[in-house]
């Protein structure tokens, strides 16, 4: 899925990546492709996680992995970083999820448990302020349940926001409020990948 992602993202794109699988992105994008990485912490120009041993204190991202800088690197105010989420300055945002409706609406915080830790982070921001949004998710819970909805039962991140969801089963492009499927998984037909859907597919 992070490797699809990276093929998806253009030359000269800055780019914010989310916590978890969204982070292994960085590892697939094609050699002679610059891609720069913005960590709402405070950092643009963020480079591979620090090798073992390696580790500066002082220089994490948003998910407290030890990081490092690219040449050229900025250092910035949290607040100077969200203005630059806020103003549309990030090209592409890819995070992950909990639902997706086949309006684009995004669930990826909270399941509405009152025992869980809130966890919104930057995720509203990014989603109101970048200019593309890709989700990365399995297609459906560890009981079976689909995670791409026709409305969304958790609460919300952000209301027709997603572009394009990237899960185990396919590719699917979120377009005037409904979903297409871009790209079949090896050995996933449309039928199947229908019957693990809750919201309504097309075809391209």
Known sequence: MAQKVAMDIHDGAYVNLGIGIPEMVAGFIPEGREVIYHTENGLLGMGKVAEVGCE????????KKYITAIPGAAYFHHADSFAMIR????DVCVLGAYQVS?????????????????????????VAGVKTIYVITKHTTKTGESKIVKQC???????????????????????E???????????????????HTEATLHQK
Do not use: C
């Open 56 to 63: 500066d204190p002082e220089l994490v991202n948003a998910g």
């Open 102 to 126: 086949e309006e684009g609406d995004l669930a990826n915080w909270s399941t509405g448990n009152a025992n869980d830790i809130p966890a919104v982070g930057g995720a509203m921001d990014l």
């Open 177 to 195: 409020k409904q979903l297409f499927v871009r790209e079949l998984a090896p050995g996933v037909s449309f039928d199947f990948l229908q019957k």
């Open 153 to 175: 039962t958790y609460p919300l991140t952000g209301k027709n926001v997603v572009s394009r969801i990237y899960s185990n089963y396919a590719i699917i492009d979120v377009k």
């Open 87 to 90: 103003g549309g300055h990030i």
